[in-house]
């Protein structure tokens, strides 16, 4: 099964979104904290409306990677490999950063797979519950689930 973890969200409606995203696909969904929000924030009722999504919340990053075992595809605009260059494969953990931030370089560091999604020379970056939604499309299209 995959899974989709947010790193520190500091948005509170994007964690709305993650759920709602989740929810969709039908995956479990990861909150490494602390969050830049309070967890009854208004926002994320708001965005995720009714969608209910699998949700397991770890206290940091090291409670994260001892807890969650799998490969971890690292989405981030410092990564050389377009997001459908990789085999995604059944287990992975398709893993987003902060919204200003990405990950420090110890997260960067213990990804499997970092990995981009091609953007307009222009553009700096997606919004971050956008990236997981297209990183999921596309690991479920590898897998051949939602046909």
């Given amino acids: 099964m995959l899974r989709l973890a947010l790193y520190q969200p500091e948005i509170a409606a994007n964690l709305g979104a993650a759920i709602r995203i989740a929810s969709c696909f039908g995956v479990p969904l990861h909150v490494i904290e602390p969050c ?62 902060q919204e200003s931030a990405g990950v420090p370089e110890h997260v960067h560091d213990r990804a499997d797979e970092r990995v981009r999604i091609p953007l307009a020379p222009s553009a700096r970056s997606l919004n971050v ?8 499309a596309e690991a479920s299209r590898q897998l051949g689930l939602f046909r």
């Fill in 129 to 136: 519950s956008v990236a997981g939604a297209i990183a999921l």
């Fill in 36 to 97: 830049g929000f309070p967890w009854r924030h208004r926002d994320i009722g708001r965005v995720a409306m009714d969608y209910d999504a699998s949700l397991k919340r770890h206290r940091d990053w090291e409670c994260f990677e001892a807890e969650v075992p799998g490969r971890r595809v690292l989405l981030t605009t410092h990564a050389d490999k377009p997001v459908d260059a990789v085999a995604f494969e059944d287990g992975d953990i398709i893993l987003l950063g």
